[in-house]
């Protein structure tokens, strides 16, 4: 970076308690753009200064950036222009959007990530970009991609099945409703708009745009439900465009599956915050509705107990803190950071493995024991061109359950070493790179994204540009 395109640092916002979006600032006059421009020096607004951000060519349009910088990821459906970029040992998202939008977003997402919720970690916002002529270019924010996660377009390279499908939708109802719980409305709930992980089978969404969201103190029902029935109608379509390809099977509803979300969201909120009545008797119902909800992935952190003006009944109200519990007891206990699924697999592993050696043995010191006799002997046992199939979680997850099954049919104890070697010839080798599934991608898929990419930013309204259905 030249002295001519110097950078000013500033520091991220902490106004963490801003409620809604963003205030506007007055726009500046054309003096002052002329004056920006001639001045030449990025702005960049970050939680840590990265001067490796000052090797990428700011001065050249995003969407001319040379091959040289990118990273060859597929990009979904943006009314944006989108690319993904090397920085240092990880990969970056740029987004091309106007300041207040990427200033909006920026913060949003850092709120939401002091709230713990799944979603894309922000980097920076650059604005004060200009081409070496002194032409004005477009602001970016700048998101750091998030590793093993896929577009949903991209997990329909090969024909997806109906319930596979429906797992999706799952992961999305139930990530909305971590949203809702803690006061975010999305306002552009889609498949587009988020990243999906696999999680011990199942999968695990994550946020990814939020320039269209607003956090509140609290979210009434007529703010949840238009959020849901967004996400019904944007799903509905994207499923359509779907079967149009020819992606998904034939006997998929695209509006009937868009409709499961509804009912799997009305089912959490439900098992999550409403009501209970019970006999005074039947107070073993208190610990069936915590296991219930730890199920779900949700601590529970106090009870609103009620006795009626009978005193013959209890109505039980718990407060729901926030998901993850079986990923934290993982994390105190190992050290090791899971998704949910994965980590409650590990966790009843962990607790077998303690009970069939020594259930006296201390909890914590069990569970060193286990990741040195059973996770990292799995994990070393992968052979290096292996390794960057599935992260190591997962790996463990599906020898134990390949154990569990090799055991059932063959009616035997089966060593791990054998269980291991099984998985690796048997279900590894054959398994998609989902590490870098798109650094050496299928030629065909990327044409189709690029294509549809392509497609629908040429045919957005540029005048809504502010709340476009992107992917980032």
């Given at each position: 970076?030249?002295?001519?395109?110097?950078?000013?640092?500033?520091?991220?916002?902490?106004?963490?308690?801003?409620?809604?979006?963003?205030?506007?600032?007055?726009?500046?006059?054309?003096?002052?753009?002329?004056?920006?421009?001639?001045?030449?020096?990025?702005?960049?607004?970050?939680?840590?200064?990265?001067?490796?951000?000052?090797?990428?060519?700011?001065?050249?349009?995003?969407?001319?950036?040379?091959?040289?910088?990118?990273?060859?990821?597929?990009?979904?459906?943006?009314?944006?222009?989108?690319?993904?970029?090397?920085?240092?040992?990880?990969?970056?998202?740029?987004?091309?959007?106007?300041?207040?939008?990427?200033?909006?977003?920026?913060?949003?997402?850092?709120?939401?990530?002091?709230?713990?919720?799944?979603?894309?970690?922000?980097?920076?916002?650059?604005?004060?970009?200009?081409?070496?002529?002194?032409?004005?270019?477009?602001?970016?924010?700048?998101?750091?991609?998030?590793?093993?996660?896929?577009?949903?377009?991209?997990?329909?390279?090969?024909?997806?099945?109906?319930?596979?499908?429906?797992?999706?939708?799952?992961?999305?109802?139930?990530?909305?409703?971590?949203?809702?719980?803690?006061?975010?409305y999305w306002g552009d709930v889609?498949?587009?708009?988020?990243?999906?992980?696999?999680?011990?089978?199942?999968?695990?969404?994550?946020?990814?745009?939020?320039?269209?969201?607003?956090?509140?103190?609290?979210?009434?029902?007529?703010?949840?439900?238009?959020?849901?029935?967004?996400?019904?109608?944007?799903?509905?379509?994207?499923?359509?465009?779907?079967?149009?390809?020819?992606?998904?099977?034939?006997?998929?509803?695209?509006?009937?599956?868009?409709?499961?979300?509804?009912?799997?969201?009305?089912?959490?909120?439900?098992?999550?915050?409403?009501?209970?009545?019970?006999?005074?008797?039947?107070?073993?119902?208190?610990?069936?509705?915590?296991?219930?909800?730890?199920?779900?992935?949700?601590?529970?952190?106090?009870?609103?107990?009620?006795?009626?003006?009978?005193?013959?009944?209890?109505?039980?109200?718990?407060?729901?803190?926030?998901a993850g519990h079986h990923?934290?007891?993982?994390?105190?206990?190992?050290?090791?950071?899971?998704?949910?699924?994965?980590?409650?697999?590990?966790?009843?592993?962990?607790?077998?493995?303690?009970?069939?050696?020594?259930?006296?043995?201390?909890?914590?010191?069990?569970?060193?024991?286990?990741?040195?006799?059973?996770?990292?002997?799995?994990?070393?046992?992968?052979?290096?061109?292996?390794?960057?199939?599935?992260?190591?979680?997962?790996?463990?997850?599906?020898?134990?359950?390949?154990?569990?099954?090799?055991?059932?049919?063959?009616?035997?104890?089966?060593?791990?070493?054998?269980?291991?070697?099984?998985?690796?010839?048997?279900?590894?080798?054959?398994?998609?790179?989902?590490?870098?599934?798109?650094?050496?991608?299928?030629?065909?898929?990327?044409?189709?994204?690029?294509?549809?990419?392509?497609?629908?930013?040429?045919?957005?309204?540029?005048?809504?540009?502010?709340?476009?259905?992107?992917?980032?």
């Amino acid at each position: 970076m030249t002295e001519e395109y110097s950078a000013q640092w500033h520091d991220e916002p902490t106004d963490y308690a801003q409620i809604g979006k963003l205030p506007r600032f007055v726009a500046a006059s054309a003096d002052d753009n002329k004056a920006a421009s001639v001045a030449s020096s990025l702005n960049i607004t970050a939680a840590a200064a990265d001067p490796e951000l000052l090797d990428l060519p700011w001065h050249i349009a995003l969407e001319e950036w040379p091959a040289q910088y990118l990273a060859a990821l597929p990009r979904g459906i943006s009314r944006h222009i989108v690319r993904f970029a090397h920085l240092g040992g990880s990969v970056i998202a740029i987004k091309e959007t106007s300041e207040h939008v990427a200033r909006h977003e920026y913060h949003m997402l850092r709120k939401l990530a002091r709230f713990d919720v799944p979603c894309v970690e922000p980097v920076a916002v650059i604005t004060g970009r200009t081409t070496p002529d002194g032409r004005p270019l477009n602001p970016v924010l700048v998101t750091r991609h998030l590793k093993f996660s896929m577009p949903y377009r991209a997990l329909f390279s090969q024909m997806l099945r109906k319930d596979t499908l429906t797992r999706l939708i799952d992961a999305q109802a139930l990530l909305l409703v971590r949203l809702h719980l803690i006061g975010f409305y999305w306002g552009d709930v889609s498949l587009s708009n988020t990243l999906f992980r696999r999680d011990a089978g199942a999968f695990a969404a994550y946020l990814v745009d939020a320039e269209t969201g607003e956090l509140y103190p609290d979210l009434s029902t007529g703010q949840r439900e238009y959020d849901l029935e967004i996400a019904r109608v944007n799903i509905a379509g994207e499923l359509m465009d779907l079967l149009d390809g020819g992606l998904i099977e034939e006997k998929v509803d695209p509006v009937a599956t868009s409709e499961l979300i509804m009912d799997s969201y009305r089912r959490l909120w439900a098992e999550l915050t409403e009501k209970e009545s019970f006999e005074l008797g039947e107070r073993w119902r208190v610990g069936a509705r915590i296991r219930r909800l730890n199920e779900l992935g949700f601590d529970v952190e106090e009870y609103a107990i009620k006795t009626t003006q009978n005193g013959s009944t209890i109505q039980l109200q718990p407060k729901v803190v926030d998901a993850g519990h079986h990923q934290r007891r993982l994390l105190r206990l190992t050290g090791l950071d899971a998704q949910e699924n994965q980590a409650r697999r590990l966790l009843n592993d962990m607790d077998s493995f303690r009970a069939d050696n020594n259930p006296e043995m201390d909890e914590e010191y069990s569970a060193h024991l286990w990741v040195s006799q059973i996770f990292e002997p799995i994990v070393r046992a992968i052979p290096r061109d292996l390794s960057g199939k599935l992260e190591h979680a997962e790996v463990v997850h599906e020898v134990l359950e390949h154990r569990w099954y090799m055991s059932e049919k063959q009616e035997r104890h089966i060593p791990l070493a054998e269980a291991v070697q099984s998985y690796i010839d048997s279900i590894l080798r054959h398994r998609r790179d989902e590490a870098a599934i798109m650094l050496n991608p299928d030629t065909e898929l990327l044409k189709i994204l690029e294509v549809e990419h392509e497609e629908s930013r040429y045919g957005a309204d540029e005048s809504d540009d502010e709340y476009p259905d992107s992917d980032d």
